[in-house]
């Protein structure tokens, strides 16, 4: 801040807002409480009733240091380095991915199918990253196994972190390796779920400054942004079991194309599902029973 020091937090505060509005940070108030409350440090929710107190010297450098951050554009999540998931508290760096509240979606829509339907013993998540998908499925499935992949060791340290931190180590293998490939080749997975990158490579110059920071593994899924999933679809069909499922996290535009790829591998029961946007967001598909 190059103005006089705010002396009460309350003042702290609106300055903070009016330098993030500036900067066009999306959803600025929320944003400058954050930040605020990391630099006192006190929760968020008790700010309104600090908003009196003075700021001291130390505060104020804090301050200054994660608002400079912010207006650089660097996401908030980077910043804190730490993230809300559902409900887990994750560690986060810049080496995996910023869980999105889409992801949170997926993690119900698994959550809910795989409860009602059957008691999955293995489930695989595919492109692991901060660990999120792996970490709430082992928690809420009671009695399952998941094996975690992805291609980047770096995310597969963060999301071992994660795992440990929510004590659930024990029902997680971490594996790194390029999709379902490191896995033993037979039907053995009740369900396979993936977020995997599929930012089509065109539309990477449109992306929000926040996502610079993020891995570029962990977004660019090729010329049309298929290129992963597209090889996932047919290594699933091998590595489920007859009535397994595959879950999918798609882009906006991309849910039709690859309910055609999976019914062109065999897959049955394809059923898109919208996200709270309204968008074609999720796939669910069936492996078929086995004929006799
Ligand atoms: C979109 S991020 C999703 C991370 C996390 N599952 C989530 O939902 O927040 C995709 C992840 O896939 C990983 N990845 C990219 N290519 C891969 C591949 N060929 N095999 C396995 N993982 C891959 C990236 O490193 C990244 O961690």
Known sequence: MTTARPSTISEAYAESVRRLTERRVPDASTEAGELLATAI??????????????????????????????????????????????????????????????????????????????????????????????????????????????????????????????????????????????????????AVVANLPYVARKDFSTLAPELRYEPRRALAGGPDGLSLIRRLIPQAMEKLKPTGWLFLEVGHGQSRKVRAELRRAGFEDVAIKTDMAGIERFLAARKPKERV
Request: charged share 25%; aromatic share 4%.
């Open 41 to 190: 440090p006190c929760r968020r929710l008790e700010l309104p009733l600090l908003g009196r107190e003075p700021m001291s010297r130390r505060q104020h450098a804090s301050l200054r240091r994660l608002l400079r951050q912010r207006c650089r554009r660097k996401p908030l999540a980077y910043i804190l380095g730490e993230w809300t998931f559902a409900d887990v508290r994750l560690r986060l760096n810049r080496d995996v991915l910023i869980p999105r509240p889409e992801t949170e979606e997926l993690f119900e829509f698994v959550l809910k199918t795989l409860t009602e339907v059957s008691a999955p013993r293995h489930v695989a998540d595919i492109g692991t990253g901060s660990g999120c998908l792996a970490v709430t499925l082992a928690k809420h499935l009671p009695g399952v196994r998941v094996t975690a992949v992805d291609i980047s060791r770096k995310a597969l340290r963060v999301a071992k972190k994660n795992a440990v931190q929510n004590g659930v180590a024990g029902k997680i293998r971490f594996v790194h390796g390029d999709l379902l490939a490191p896995l033993r080749a037979s039907a053995f997975l009740n």
